[in-house]
């Protein structure tokens, strides 16, 4: 749909690194529709309900320290497909698999920093945005959306 939703994270080695510009860069210019967007120090708390489904993973604990130790960019965009599409320009998991031209095949080579998070369905989309934005999304018209879908 082209309102399918999407979140996507800058994490915080993407913050400190410089990256927000030019990932904020890649889901404008592609069209989606940015709705949501704030500068945040997470507690662990909150990582660990945003990685609830990894808590039996080895690497959860670390995960969720990491995640907490800085400032990371939340983020919502709207648009066609934006779930698949934004994990496609995301790149796959591990940087070492993910193809140049993704954020991750350009911009990381390490599993535990890899600069960004992406929703991996509707339903998670849904569940993320609800944790990282209770107050809700902004709503307004883009006067673009009619030189993107016809
Ligand atoms: P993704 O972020 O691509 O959705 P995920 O949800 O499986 O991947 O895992 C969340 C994050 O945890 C991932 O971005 C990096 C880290 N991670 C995943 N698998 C890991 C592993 N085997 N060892 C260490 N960190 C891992
Ligand atoms: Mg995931």
Known sequence: SVKER???MVKPEGVQRGL??????RFETRGFK???LKLVHATKEHFEKHYADLSTK???PGLVKYMASGPVVAMVWEGLDSVKT???????TNPLASAP?????????SLGRNV?????????????????????????????????FE
């Open 116 to 148: 960004c998070h992406g929703s991996d369905s509707v339903e998670s989309a849904e569940k993320e945005i609800k944790l990282w934005f209770p107050e809700g999304v902004v709503q307004y018209e883009s006067s673009q959306a009619a030189w993107i």
């Open 20 to 25: 927000v510009g030019e990932i904020i860069k």
């Open 34 to 36: 940015l709705i949501a």
């Open 86 to 92: 934004g994990r496609t320009m995301l790149g796959a």
């Open 6 to 8: 999407t979140y996507i």
């Open 101 to 109: 031209g993704t954020i991750r095949g350009d911009y990381a080579l």
């Open 58 to 60: 080895p690497f959860y």
